[in-house]
């Protein structure tokens, strides 16, 4: 296993900056039973053991409980639930954080570049609305200003996860200008306000859910908490512009509440993050879950550029969204412009929820593939080089255009995956590029050769024909993270753990 100790990395999705921790919060960690046993063996182990372990809370959604551990005995017992063979895996509850520009920038309200560079206004004409009401973003944030006279008549009841009471409200700090309420301006702000401002979805309701305090931190398991309520309250949208460099192997929990999003048809947009990294090389989450219903979104400025902050990946990344200098709500019926992936981060979500009201049917995976069909091509390395426009989305839908599910992949050398086709009239026929990197047969199955770059063509009966993006052959969009690293937090604890019991998965 590696010997050099790694800290917590976490990446605050809202501009870039970043913390060194332990493993958050100290000594807290989930531990995750595959049955009933397994959640006999935690409840045991805190009961014998009083003074090196309290179960602190149990989260049914996910079959995990947070427990504390004593400092003193923690590798110990570490190693014990480790070895159980009905213990499935023990995580740190590491923090994760969100920071908008600390210092909002004077500008001139309705000046909204980002509205326009998307085609907004001809979009809402095309589908004759701005939305429905019926459709849901839960923005799971710093909370929002559910009083603000742009966003109060789209808003519906939230929860506070970080105060465990029913009152999201954003409680701004130094490290917290509103956040919360700036992502929710930019999803869905009405627009009905004189010297306000409009948002992408402006008759789209939103749901606050706070888990990040007033100093932009909150912790994984209120982090899942949110995702699981968000999911019982069944929205349509989550919209995430917060994250952590972390394992993938100290992500599973967080992987797996997003799962069960997807599982319940719940479409994910995640923030790509703020270090200028390519997220291919860098373990960052939620960004690089990588589940069906994921949308990973890098920034673009004005000019169609990437800030130099902004992360981007051709495996991990799907498209690029206004991010720079946009203007948004803040608390106390204010307005002004702040930076990152996390202001890219709603707008997409909003533009998700905008199609989801012209067909509810849509699930995450189709509308990810129709934004990067229909993207306008920038020089952002993402998985389709482009950025969303929501006319040219729309227009496609409504004109009942072909286009393929998914639009572009990252995938190992020999695997496979399937191809479907959006609108168009059966029977199909398929073509590959290049056969020598993959192959395709008439029902959309695709294997894998060698490493490479081909693209499918589909035609239909009709005549009518569309070719996919790039299809990566061994570009993985899996950076690792399982296997022999160490899932504790802290090398040193998986050191002394692995010392006591050898056989665990993740020593060597």
Known sequence: MNKVKRNLLVVLAGLGFALVGSHGYAGEFLVKYKNVEGMRTVQQMASFSANSMAVMYKHTPGNYMLVDLDKSNEAVTLAKLSADQNVEWVVPNFQLY???????????????????????????????????????????DTGVDYNHKSLAPNMVPGYDFKGNDSDPM???????????????????????????????????????????????SGDLNSAIRSIDYAIEKRVNVIS????????????????????????????????????GKSNDTVDMFPANAGTPNMISVAASGSSDSKPSWSNYGKATVHLAAPGENIMSTLPKDQYGNLSGTSMATPLVSGLVAFLKSQDSSLTGAQIRALLQTSGAKVSIETACNCRVDAFTAVDHFLSKKMWLVPAAN???????????????????????????????????????????????????????????LDYNVGLSSDNGGGGGDCPLGDPMLCQIACQILPQLPFCN
């Open 410 to 468: 990252s995938v190992a050398e020999n695997s496979s995956f399937s191809v479907s086709v959006m609108n168009g009239k059966a029977p199909f026929k398929f073509a590959s590029s290049n056969p020598a990197i993959l192959t395709v047969n008439d029902s959309g199955a695709v294997s894998t050769v060698a490493k490479g770059t081909a693209t499918i063509t589909v035609t239909d009966a009709d005549g009518a024909s569309v070719t996919s």
């Open 170 to 216: 954003d409680e701004t700090g130094s490290q917290n200008p509103g956040h919360g309420t700036h992502c929710a301006g930019i999803a869905a702000a009405t627009g009905l306000i004189d010297g306000g401002i409009i948002g992408i979805g402006p008759e789209i309701s939103i749901m606050p859910l706070r888990f990040l305090g007033s100093d932009g």
């Open 240 to 275: 995430a512009s917060w994250g952590a460099a972390v394992p993938r192997s100290q992500a599973t929990a967080l992987i797996e509440a997003i799962q069960r999003a997807d599982n319940a048809g719940v479409i994910f947009v995640a923030a790509a993050a703020n270090d």
């Open 98 to 140: 969100a920071l908008g520009n600390t210092e909002v920038t004077p500008a001139q309200l309705k000046d909204q570049w980002a509205i326009v560079k998307v085609q907004a206004q001809k979009a809402w004409d095309r589908a004759s609305n701005k939305g429905r009401k019926g459709v849901v973003i839960a923005v799971i």
